[in-house]
């Protein structure tokens, strides 16, 4: 049976169509003319004075949850939030300065959301980013007793000198992405469908070959912080695009970040994907649909012209990064 994420239940293109339906709502209304940019973006950015601007974004972990409940492992889960929230705010240049976190529930269990509280607090610590506070909700009605949903919120700052834009990204410019940790924090609707089957609980404890660790485990590994090695990256002044690669793949993301009138060519041979990838491909989803939804192994991409890269690659190994070039723009 092929698989594609709208068969496991999720639209992509209903996705997109609602952001343009809230890109009309606050069209009609006028937008604030502090507001730089438009709905869509990686983050929001709000000026504040000349010189300065505020980004903000809200993000969640989507259904990966219900694995880390199968799994009884919800560590993770507090990194996962932090990171898919500061990877996006820090595309734009943006230092994260604070983060809040939402937490609704059908009954609280406090051992396991300690565990997740924890990994947020150890995911902010290391991005320098200081938690500010949150909201935790019963919601009996709503949810199910041991159900729960988690959603965050970052704000950071960037100088209008170190902001990153695209809008100077042009022909001939290289594509560089550094490695992701597996899945991160996308397409796990689709995964759970294709991997998990009738019996979750059995299937993932099974190790394959591929990966020779048990399935749970390769899942649910979190998803990466990018927030220090692109703020150096910024410093080098090298950089003309960063884009954060979550759920619509390396190309739809890489779009968002690239001029009208610019295209963009991904060569998908030129990095060795990791084998939770190659697991996902034997149990029946289509190359092109493994290129719309997940990262492929590239978690982070940042576009730079052909003689800054030696510089910006440089940078990166500092940080224990092995930088690739993906692609380049046409």
Same mark, same amino acid.
């Given at each position: 049976?092929?698989?594609?994420?709208?068969?496991?239940?999720?639209?992509?293109?209903?996705?997109?169509?609602?952001?343009? $339906?809230?890109?009309k709502m606050v +069209?009609?209304?006028?937008?604030?003319?502090?507001?730089?940019?438009?709905?869509?973006?990686?983050?929001?950015? *709000?000026? $504040?004075?000349?010189?300065?601007?505020?980004?903000?974004?809200?993000?969640?972990?989507?259904?990966?949850?219900?694995?880390?409940k199968l799994a009884?492992? *919800?560590?993770? #889960?507090?990194?996962?939030?932090?990171?898919?929230?500061?990877?996006?705010?820090?595309?734009? @240049?943006?230092? &994260?300065?604070?983060? #809040?976190?939402?937490?609704?529930?059908?009954?609280?269990?406090?051992?396991?959301?300690?565990?997740?509280?924890?990994? /947020?607090?150890?995911?902010?610590?290391?991005?320098?980013?200081?938690?500010?506070? @949150?909201? !935790?909700?019963?919601?009996?009605?709503?949810?199910?007793?041991?159900?729960?949903?988690?959603?965050?919120?970052?704000?950071?700052?960037?100088? +209008?000198?170190?902001?990153?834009?695209?809008?100077?990204?042009?022909?001939?410019?290289?594509?560089?992405?550094?490695?992701?940790?597996?899945?991160?924090?996308?397409?796990?609707?689709?995964?759970?469908?294709?991997?998990? @089957?009738?019996?979750?609980?059995?299937?993932?404890?099974?190790? &394959?070959?591929?990966?020779?660790?048990?399935?749970?485990?390769?899942?649910?590994?979190?998803?990466?912080?990018?927030?220090?090695?692109?703020?150096?990256?910024?410093? !080098?002044?090298?950089?003309?695009?960063?884009?954060?690669?979550?759920?619509?793949?390396?190309?739809?993301? /890489?779009?968002?970040?690239?001029?009208?009138?610019?295209? $963009?060519? /991904?060569? *998908? !041979?030129?990095?060795?994907?990791?084998?939770?990838?190659?697991?996902?491909?034997? +149990?029946?989803?289509?190359?092109?649909?493994?290129?719309?939804?997940?990262?492929?192994?590239?978690?982070?991409?940042? $576009?730079?012209?052909?003689?800054?890269?030696?510089?910006?690659?440089?940078?990166?190994?500092?940080?224990?990064?092995?930088?690739? !070039?993906?692609?380049?723009?046409?």
């Amino acid at each position: 049976m092929k698989w594609n994420y709208e068969k496991a239940g999720v639209s992509i293109e209903k996705g997109n169509q609602w952001v343009d $339906i809230v890109k009309k709502m606050v +069209s009609e209304k006028g937008f604030n003319q502090n507001v730089v940019g438009s709905l869509g973006s990686f983050s929001g950015l *709000y000026r $504040i004075n000349e010189g300065q601007y505020l980004s903000a974004c809200c993000d969640g972990v989507g259904t990966k949850l219900e694995v880390a409940k199968l799994a009884e492992c *919800y560590e993770g #889960l507090g990194q996962d939030l932090v990171a898919m929230n500061v990877n996006d705010l820090v595309t734009c @240049g943006a230092k &994260p300065l604070f983060f #809040l976190d939402y937490i609704a529930c059908g009954k609280l269990n406090t051992p396991v959301m300690t565990r997740i509280m924890q990994g /947020i607090v150890d995911a902010c610590g290391e991005c320098d980013c200081a938690l500010l506070g @949150g909201e !935790t909700a019963e919601m009996p009605d709503v949810y199910p007793e041991d159900g729960f949903d988690l959603a965050g919120f970052s704000v950071g700052l960037v100088e +209008s000198s170190s902001l990153v834009t695209g809008e100077n990204i042009t022909s001939g410019d290289l594509i560089m992405g550094i490695r992701s940790s597996g899945l991160h924090s996308n397409g796990f609707t689709l995964v759970r469908k294709t991997l998990l @089957g009738e019996d979750p609980h059995s299937r993932l404890e099974e190790v &394959p070959e591929k990966i020779g660790i048990p399935l749970w485990k390769a899942l649910l590994e979190p998803t990466r912080l990018y927030v220090r090695q692109a703020l150096a990256a910024i410093r !080098t002044g090298t950089v003309k695009g960063m884009a954060h690669i979550t759920g619509g793949g390396l190309e739809e993301n /890489i779009r968002r970040i690239v001029p009208e009138g610019r295209s $963009i060519n /991904i060569d *998908y !041979t030129l990095w060795k994907r990791p084998p939770v990838f190659d697991l996902l491909t034997e +149990s029946g989803i289509d190359e092109s649909e493994m290129r719309r939804v997940f990262n492929l192994g590239i978690g982070f991409v940042f $576009i730079v012209s052909e003689e800054d890269a030696p510089a910006l690659s440089g940078t990166l190994e500092e940080f224990g990064e092995s930088p690739v !070039t993906i692609g380049k723009v046409l």
